[in-house]
């Protein structure tokens, strides 16, 4: 098996192989040409899971392979490794196929020796120079290969230059940079009990061993859960000739991107440093100076840099993110790659290139990272902040939040209504519909239980507020009012900042970027918006939003919905004026006496409806009839017996009541209400509810000046017969209000349980449209508490590798996945014109969206504002 492989013989296709790194070196030897890329090999990542299966065992011949590569190396430069006249160096750089900044280690000046440093010294008549670089090879071996404290030899650094009584690293002189040498290398004997390896074979070896080993390091693996990368890619190891930035005035390194990667404005940026090698650009050890300064410094060098970064951005279509070396004034590149940037800099960048007919507009969106893109309409952790994470949760609504911790909605809404208002983020282990007001209050929302689909998670992503959910290294005591994490108790009025971008919480205060008020905003909002528009001509899927409220709608609108894919009318109830009629409605004993109560709320979700209308003008409303179990509209059991208990001592007026809310709680309450009377159930038991609410709808199509588009939906349909009863109460209902199917509404169903996919043809019978409930689908199908897994057994999950992401964030594709495409295929069959969206939180996840088109669905509705990511996701999956 061929387990190294030449840089000349590499390609940018050969990124799994190769790794990124190695990938990208071999191509930019390719494009810029041997001399400016110094030559090298790369053992595959291959070889790496190799050695990982093997227990840490080399693969049989690789050792062989690597002798025979560095034969050629050691040809083509015409230099010996650790030679004691003009040594051939080398670094040894991990290289996964995505690019794991700072994960993974690095062993630079391999090579160097007792006796090679002199023949260094010589060669390059630069004893200063020679001894710097073996002492930081000493230094880095070390610190890789055995494991020794970096701090350990920064202590040795600051003792010596303190000794010699100078300020910065470059100005120690030979003599103590000797010293420093032998102080690393009994650092190194005395921490490994062995002397410092002098073989520069023997280096190799061991540099080699210790990069794949850093594979499975523990800050590798964490970065790895969280970004995804599974663990069994292993890294490649690329062995590449030094050159030196660090022989003197006229030899330097540094950083350069082909556009400013912060903005993503069209001038190249980036860092240096003179006589310097490349870690010294990124420690911080030193101040590197601007890119533009290099042009006084060394304009020939500045020259041929800025024309390779145009070269190889045209050659890759991407913004690139480049490492050069200058030695005595000749410049190498060292690596190149397409470069991070920020949501601002991807939609610049995109929008230029094509101005600049560098690539086409499908080109230019796939270098859009779509859920990144929420960043330009939320307010942000300022991305120059250091801060201490004190536990992380689920990331479930993007932005940053910081303010005084409250625990009850209350409290927050409390807070908001002082002049100034406070502002404070809302703690609590979950949040239910009763807590709503508290949301609109608070700049943040941190919970403890729940997870991407639980009430806190869609209430704050539907309006915008940041939201961490499932956070359960938070121990959350509401009688203390305290909250402790690890060490820390965090009491009410106490300072806290959640991101909810990332999940991480956090006590210090970090500063918040608004997006508004950046001084490029205009220019930014104009990029996003032809971005946008390029989406809308190109994707297939239809995106609409997730909204309750006129506000909502309109944000939606603003941000490009379609339509309302969802109403949850439940929503509408919870008002503090209408949960009191609601507590009727539900206690009432006689159909006659509930329906009383239901003529109360009759105009009230008549208003609402009206609302919702007006704000989506000529775009179709999906609105679904009542769907959550009664209990959620009633006090909690045990509280209210408690009152009871009181009232009953104290006798107090309120106790008949008191008393008969209890005996109507208790009367509904069940062991699994999420399984219970809930959905179409509720409409098949109680008709009268359902009745009032398609009154209200039809009544309020009627007030509009223009007719509007309701589409009334049926949620939690299990047999074909719930939605044939539940059809005729619309029609009949319709008829009595003067309205007509298909001209003036339409009925449909939600399809979120797995009986429902295997029956969809018979279903679809009664049905205009199917959305797909894929929170409530998820949770049914794999059994999985939609409230409750992700801050319990989730996380464990994703430790041992059963799954990669939550399947209430992302679309579990061959499980829940397969009932969608199902139900898909035989409703259509049995409906050929029947319309197919998805309303549960996947539809705002770019994977999900790319899944969601393949099946063939015609819309996706989502949050209000992940709008603008389901556009660009649609767009990217039609591409
Ligand atoms: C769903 O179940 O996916 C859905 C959209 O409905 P809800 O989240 O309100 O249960
Ligand atoms: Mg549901």
């Not at 062991?671 to 109680?686: A, D």
């Not at 996919?757 to 794999?782: E, H, P, Y």
Request: aromatic share 6%.
């Amino acid at each position: 098996e061929k387990w190294v492989y030449d840089f000349a013989e590499g390609s940018k296709d050969m990124r799994d192989l190769l790794g990124g790194k190695g990938a990208n070196v071999a191509e930019m030897t390719r494009v810029l040409g041997a001399d400016r890329v110094p030559a090298g090999f790369t053992i595959t990542t291959e070889a790496c899971v190799a050695y990982m299966n093997a227990g840490q065992h080399e693969p049989e011949d690789m050792a062989d392979q690597v002798a025979e590569a560095l034969e050629r190396l050691q040809e083509h430069t015409g230099k010996l490794l650790g030679d004691d006249a003009d040594p051939l160096l080398v670094s040894v750089r991990s290289g996964a196929r995505e690019s794991m900044p700072g994960m993974l280690d690095t062993v630079l000046n391999l090579g160097l020796n007792d006796t090679s440093v002199e023949g260094l010294a010589k060669a390059t008549e630069n004893e200063r120079f020679a001894w710097d670089s073996y002492r930081r090879f000493v230094q880095m071996f070390g610190n890789v290969s055995r494991g020794i404290d970096g701090e350990a030899f920064e202590k040795e650094i600051s003792n010596i230059k303190s000794d010699a009584g100078v300020e910065e690293d470059t100005d120690l002189d030979v003599a103590a940079l000797k010293t420093l040498t032998d102080r690393f290398k009994a650092l190194y004997e005395k921490h490994t009990g062995e002397k410092f390896p002098q073989d520069p074979k023997e280096q190799l070896r061991l540099a080699i061993r210790a990069v794949f080993d850093s594979w499975t390091g523990d800050r590798a693996e964490a970065y790895r859960r969280i970004n995804h990368i599974p663990d069994d890619w292993g890294t490649a190891v690329n062995v590449q000739q030094m050159v030196f930035g660090n022989k003197g005035d006229t030899s330097g390194s540094g950083v350069a991107f082909s556009r400013d990667e912060v903005t993503g404005a069209p001038e190249p940026s980036g860092d240096f440093l003179p006589n310097a090698q490349g870690e010294d650009v990124v420690s911080g050890a030193r101040t590197p100076r601007d890119i533009r300064e290099m042009k006084e410094w060394l304009p020939d060098a500045h020259a041929q840099l800025m024309d390779i970064l145009r070269t190889l951005e045209k050659h890759y279509g991407d913004m690139q993110d480049t490492e050069f070396t200058v030695e005595e004034g000749q410049l190498y590149m060292l690596q190149t790659r397409n470069a991070k940037r920020p949501a601002q800099a991807a939609v610049r960048f995109a929008r230029d290139a094509v101005d600049e007919e560098l690539l086409d507009r499908e080109q230019a969106l796939m270098t859009i990272d779509a859920e990144m893109l929420t960043a330009l309409l939320v307010q942000t952790f300022d991305p120059n902040a250091d801060y201490e994470v004190i536990s992380k949760g689920v990331p479930a609504a993007p932005g940053g939040a910081k303010g005084e911790v409250v625990f009850t909605a209350a409290e927050a809404v409390e807070a908001a209504a002082e002049n100034p208002p406070r502002a404070v983020v809302l703690v609590r282990p979950d949040t239910n519909a009763n807590d709503v007001a508290g949301f609109h209050a608070a700049k943040g929302i941190l919970t403890s239980l729940g997870g991407k689909a639980s009430h806190a998670a869609l209430v704050a992503r539907g309006m915008g507020v940041p939201c961490v959910t499932a956070a359960s290294g938070l121990k959350i005591n509401l009688e203390e009012r305290v909250i402790r994490v690890g060490d820390h108790v965090i009491k009410a009025g106490d300072f806290i900042a959640i991101n909810g971008t990332t999940g991480e919480i956090t006590l210090d205060d970090i500063p918040l970027v608004d997006p508004t008020e950046d001084p490029a905003f205009d220019e930014i909002l104009e990029a996003f918006e032809t971005v946008l528009g390029w989406a809308d001509d190109i994707r297939r899927l239809g995106i609409r939003a997730n909204a309750d409220t006129p506000h909502d709608a309109d944000k939606a609108r603003e941000l490009g919905a379609e339509g309302i894919g969802l109403c949850r009318t439940e929503h509408m109830f919870m008002a503090e004026d209408r949960q009191p009629k609601m507590r009727t409605m539900i206690m009432a004993d006689t159909r006659d006496s509930r329906r009383d109560a239901l003529a109360e709320l009759l105009p009230l979700q008549q208003e609402d409806f009206e609302g919702l209308f007006e704000a989506m003008k000529g775009l179709p409303v999906t609105i679904r009839l009542l769907d959550p179990p009664l209990h959620e509209f009633l006090p909690d059991l045990p509280d209210l017996a408690a009152q009871v208990e009181r009232a009953r001592i104290e006798l107090t007026d309120d106790l008949e009541t008191l008393e008969k809310l209890l005996v109507t709680t208790e009367r509904i309450s069940e062991e699994n209400p999420m399984l219970g009377t809930r959905g179409c159930r509720l409409g098949i038991l109680y008709p009268e509810i359902y009745e009032m609410q398609v009154h209200a709808i039809f009544r309020a199509a009627k007030a509009m000046d223009e007719p509007p588009h309701p589409e009334i939906m049926i949620p939690l349909v299990d047999y074909e017969q719930e939605l044939e009863i539940m059809r005729e109460l619309v029609v009949r209902i319709g008829e009595e209000e003067g309205l007509h199917e298909v001209e003036d509404y339409t009925v449909g169903t939600m399809i979120e349980l797995p009986r429902a996919c295997f029956v969809a043809d018979r279903i679809a019978k009664f049905a205009d449209f199917f959305s797909f409930g894929t929170n409530d689908l998820t949770q049914t199908a794999l059994g999985f508490s939609r409230d409750d897994v992700e801050s319990k057994f989730v996380p464990a999950y994703m430790e041992r590798k059963i799954i990669d992401r939550s399947p209430f964030e992302t679309i579990d594709k061959p499980g829940v996945g397969w009932l969608v495409r199902l139900a898909a295929w035989v409703g259509r069959e049995s409906r050929p014109d029947l319309k197919l969206g998805i309303c549960g939180e996947h539809g705002g996840d770019p994977d999900s969206i790319e899944f969601f088109h393949m099946a063939g669905l015609d819309y996706v509705s989502c949050s209000p504002f992940r709008v603008p990511i389901a556009r660009v996701a649609a767009a990217q999956a039609a591409i």
